[in-house]
């Protein structure tokens, strides 16, 4: 089975802008039944904002960031990055994933990117290798903006990680906690299958 234009449509119009990477990342990576197309469907849906988000939003208030970080944020420490993305991001994300220290800058040049905000300088080393293409590394930016990569980016994660299993196995929770790591948005996931599996069945 193969994503067509007309299935993406009646999915989701705002999916249309990158239906060729779509295409692509479903025909490359083996997502190439109706129950695996729709599983990857509904993520990449909800992940990305109905396809409207394809950047990492580090736009943290003191509160935002106590609350989602921490063990990272005392209130003192919040107040000194609070609505400094770059800074937030060079900090939250520094030594792991493969970035390095804070001074480095690789937590703001490897943020969240694409359909499933690949983030790390390690991810974006080996799907660069993957999808053989040196850019990626050099030029971070393109995985927001070209609208082939956007798409290829989330196909290169769900094969990375094995994710057509879940589909398989027909365990949509147990997905959601390998891309997401808990069941946020759970809820909205599900809405987003249920409408995946009425347009590929």
Avoid at 159 to 170: G, K, Q, R, V, Y
Wanted: aromatic share 12%.
């Amino acid at each position: 089975m193969i994503i067509t234009l007309d299935a993406l449509q009646k999915f989701s119009s705002n999916a249309m802008k990158y239906s060729t990477g779509l295409y692509y990342s479903c025909s490359d990576n083996n997502i190439d039944t109706a129950i695996r197309i729709a599983y990857f469907m509904a993520q990449v849906a909800h992940e990305s904002g109905k396809f409207s988000i394809v950047e990492e939003n580090l736009n943290y208030s003191a509160e935002g960031l106590i609350a989602t970080w921490p063990s990272h944020f005392t209130e003192e420490i919040a107040q000194q990055y609070a609505r400094q993305p770059e800074k937030i991001a060079n900090y939250v994300y520094a030594n792991r994933m493969g970035n390095g220290d804070e001074a480095s800058g690789d937590g703001w040049n490897f943020r969240g990117r694409g359909l499933i905000q690949i983030t790390g300088r390690n991810n974006y080393t080996t799907m660069s290798n993957y999808l053989t293409n040196s850019t990626i590394l050099t030029n971070p930016d393109i995985v927001a903006t070209d609208t082939d990569l956007v798409a290829e980016s989330a196909g290169w994660f769900w094969s990375a990680n094995n994710l057509n299993h879940f589909a398989d196995s027909t365990d949509f929770e147990g997905l959601t906690k390998a891309i997401n790591g808990g069941l946020n948005g759970l809820a909205d996931r599900e809405q987003w299958l249920a409408k995946a599996q009425q347009v590929w069945s």
